[in-house]
């Protein structure tokens, strides 16, 4: 059975070799580098003990220095699984999601056809280089000049000039006997619609050929000389040779120098990707005028498997790295991923490298953006969350978008790196104290305590010691029972803690209990240490408190923390107009002051009253514990039989 031009390319551009050598070998992961697809194994066709076994993943070759096995993956599924060649080629296939083409007599003919258009492409590739050195193509080499691309760089890349004509091409390849229908299948040239004689696709234009990734010209691509020109860049149409959604501009030298250890390069166009390797940057490719395909995106990681997106720092360049963002989500593997370079406004790579040299496109390159942050950034920038409606908008937009990624352990760090994001947007660190709310000026912060009274927590909270061991029951219940952390997120979320260890316990609160309470404390204690939950959780009025002495009681820790909260609230409102009375006495005193005064004075006593207090099981103790109502009142009741049954009463 013969195979359709193409297929066995396809086929190994589909399969990572590594992949189906993998299940037979060990590989040695001292000798190994998965990221350069540099990988080492035992031999599986002879005997050993040490790792002689090479398998180059970019190039799909392997070979043993002992046995001096090689070949590629289709060899390897014969050797290894005692089948022939097409078998070997149906058993890959599969694997790749491929179908096996049906049995197809003229494939041979097809075949020798595919070779024929590719020595037609390359006559035109000649035709075009003669004319850019000629009388004709003077402004398209002004024009070269001008993007300061020597002519070393020219011949390398094959570029030439399209003279303005409607036949140039089409009279040079008929007269050297090249069958007009084969010109039109190359897509050189367009059927007249006026019945006339084919015209030159191609006319006035810089031309850069497009070669497959094994060097053979398969398309063009042309910059327009006349400004005027409607179409900028012009790439040539679909043909049996060309399908620009599974093309790379550049391809075949990216790809050997990725594997020389080069950083690959994502641009986008033909200028960029020249510009960067005359700068040394030969791991450059390109999508094709078009926005970047799954097929493209799957042979960028067959190079390498973190290439960097480089592209145009405007908003077009935005808007097309988001939307490579959307294609990548649901491809990501481990050890797959994307990094994002932006280039500063207004230019591309090739304006970077002529305004300010390699240097600099290196340091935007070495900047790469992790493909997660530019997700987070797509869905915040210039955006104001100051609701809990807008944060569930945006928990919910990239919630959504983290559900796209199929690999769960991928999709599990997603999650984690975007809680850790969202952490840092809602909860900056505070370095001034409390702001009353009316004035807008700063609460002072508290003097710095003396080396023999650091540990006192009434030192540590400044003036306000009352607001601070509120906070410190609040932090031992959350972590007490830490399933009940993310009812109470917005008002842990407005605890000022000027004790450093509470602020510390709280942030890490936030960070971790709210999203998941499993494994809390070993979390914690693994970022910090034991020492600083260890001080919280002996202090007398934390330790007697009823949901450290009963951990995981969710009733019971619900009741404390709103009880908590609302004191707290109270006690900062008192706290503010406090502060602004103060500042007003200096001012003139009338009775609105002392109303003001004393309906914060009222709010405050009220909340420490607390309205629950009277539907809860549990009264406050004179040291802060919380004690069972009926147990207390029954003791309270011995003791006034106690009392009265005392001689002389």
């Known amino acids: 059975m013969s195979l359709p031009p193409?297929?066995?390319?396809?086929?190994?551009?589909?399969?990572?070799?590594?992949?189906?050598?993998?299940?037979?070998?060990?590989?040695?992961?001292?000798?190994?580098?998965?990221?350069?697809?540099?990988?080492?194994?035992?031999?599986?066709?002879?005997?050993?003990?040490?790792?002689?076994?090479?398998?180059?993943?970019?190039?799909?070759?392997?070979?043993?220095?002992?046995?001096?096995?090689?070949?590629?993956?289709?060899?390897?599924?014969?050797?290894?699984?005692?089948?022939?060649?097409?078998?070997?080629?149906?058993?890959?296939?599969?694997?790749?999601?491929?179908?096996?083409?049906?049995?197809?007599?003229?494939?041979?003919?097809?075949?020798?056809?595919?070779?024929?258009?590719?020595?037609?492409?390359?006559?035109?590739?000649?035709?075009?280089?003669?004319?850019?050195?000629?009388?004709?193509?003077?402004?398209?080499?002004?024009?070269?000049?001008?993007?300061?691309?020597?002519?070393?760089?020219?011949?390398?890349?094959?570029?030439?000039?399209?003279?303005?004509?409607?036949?140039?091409?089409?009279?040079?390849?008929?007269?050297?006997?090249?069958?007009?229908?084969?010109?039109?299948?190359?897509?050189?040239?367009?059927?007249?619609?006026?019945?006339?004689?084919?015209?030159?696709?191609?006319?006035?234009?810089?031309?850069?050929?497009?070669?497959?990734?094994?060097?053979?010209?398969?398309?063009?691509?042309?910059?327009?000389?006349?400004?005027?020109?409607?179409?900028?860049?012009?790439?040539?149409?679909?043909?049996?040779?060309?399908?620009?959604?599974?093309?790379?501009?550049?391809?075949?030298?990216?790809?050997?120098?990725?594997?020389?250890?080069?950083?690959?390069?994502?641009?986008?166009?033909?200028?960029?990707?020249?510009a960067l390797v005359a700068a040394g940057f030969g791991a450059a490719v390109a999508p094709l005028g078009t926005a970047v395909t799954e097929h493209q995106l799957q042979l960028m990681w067959r190079i390498s498997p973190e290439p960097v997106i480089a592209l145009d720092g405007d908003t077009a360049g935005l808007r097309a790295a988001y939307r490579v963002i959307d294609l990548a989500l649901p491809l990501l593997q481990a050890g797959k991923s994307l990094r994002f370079a932006l280039m500063p406004e207004g230019k591309d790579p090739d304006d970077l490298l002529r305004s300010e040299g390699a240097g600099a496109v290196q340091g935007r390159i070495d900047a790469a953006l992790p493909m997660v942050q530019l997700l987070w950034q797509r869905e915040t920038e210039g955006r104001d969350y100051d609701s809990p409606e807008r944060r569930a908008a945006l928990d919910k937009v990239l919630r959504e978008k983290i559900m796209l990624i199929r690999d769960p352990s991928i999709r599990s760090h997603y999650g984690q790196a975007i809680k850790d994001l969202r952490w840092q947007l809602f909860n900056p660190r505070r370095s001034t104290g409390f702001t009353p709310r009316a004035r807008g000026g700063k609460w002072p912060p508290p003097e710095p305590a003396r080396a023999a009274t650091k540990s006192s927590l009434l030192v540590a909270a400044g003036g306000d010691g009352t607001v601070h061991l509120r906070e410190a029951v609040v932090i031992a219940t959350l972590f007490s029972c830490p399933s009940v952390a993310a009812r109470f997120e917005a008002g842990l979320e407005r605890l000022e803690c000027r004790d450093p260890d509470l602020a510390r316990l709280r942030d890490l609160i936030l960070r971790h209990a709210v999203s998941g309470a499993e494994g809390l404390r070993a979390r914690i204690e693994a970022e910090i240490g034991s020492a600083p939950l260890e001080k919280l959780m002996t202090l007398p009025h934390v330790a007697l408190i009823p949901p450290v002495r009963r951990p995981g009681d969710e009733e019971l820790a619900i009741l404390t923390l709103t009880e908590e909260f609302a004191k707290l609230t109270a006690q900062r409102g008192w706290m503010a107009e406090l502060s602004e009375a103060t500042e007003d006495i200096e001012g003139l005193v009338d009775e609105s002051l002392t109303y003001r005064l004393g309906q914060a004075a009222e709010a405050r006593n009220r909340a420490v009253r607390s309205q629950q207090e009277d539907r809860a099981e549990y009264d406050l103790g004179e040291n802060g514990a919380r004690i069972k109502r009926d147990e207390k009142q029954q003791f309270d009741a011995l003791l006034d039989k106690i009392t009265f049954s005392k001689p002389g009463r």
């Open 6 to 274: 193409g297929f066995l390319d396809e086929l190994q551009n589909r399969l990572s070799l590594s992949h189906v050598v993998g299940r037979k070998v060990t590989w040695d992961n001292r000798k190994s580098n998965p990221g350069k697809g540099d990988m080492w194994a035992p031999c599986p066709f002879h005997q050993e003990k040490t790792a002689s076994f090479h398998v180059d993943d970019r190039k799909g070759f392997y070979y043993c220095f002992g046995c001096h096995a090689k070949g590629n993956a289709i060899a390897f599924v014969r050797e290894t699984e005692n089948v022939d060649f097409m078998e070997a080629v149906k058993i890959l296939a599969a694997e790749a999601g491929m179908p096996m083409p049906e049995r197809d007599p003229q494939a041979q003919a097809k075949a020798d056809r595919r070779g024929q258009l590719i020595e037609v492409m390359e006559q035109a590739v000649k035709f075009f280089g003669l004319h850019l050195r000629s009388g004709a193509g003077a402004a398209a080499r002004d024009y070269l000049k001008g993007r300061k691309l020597a002519e070393a760089t020219q011949a390398q890349f094959d570029i030439g000039f399209a003279p303005d004509g409607w036949q140039g091409l089409w009279e040079h390849l008929t007269g050297k006997g090249v069958p007009p229908d084969m010109i039109l299948a190359c897509g050189l040239a367009k059927e007249s619609q006026k019945g006339g004689k084919p015209y030159d696709t191609f006319r006035n234009r810089i031309m850069f050929p497009i070669r497959d990734a094994r060097g053979r010209c398969i398309a063009f691509g042309g910059r327009a000389m006349d400004p005027d020109d409607p179409a900028k860049y012009l790439n040539s149409p679909e043909t049996e040779l060309f399908d620009k959604s599974h093309t790379l501009y550049n391809h075949g030298p990216a790809r050997e120098a990725s594997g020389k250890g080069q950083t690959l390069i994502v641009a986008e166009g033909y200028m960029d990707v020249i």
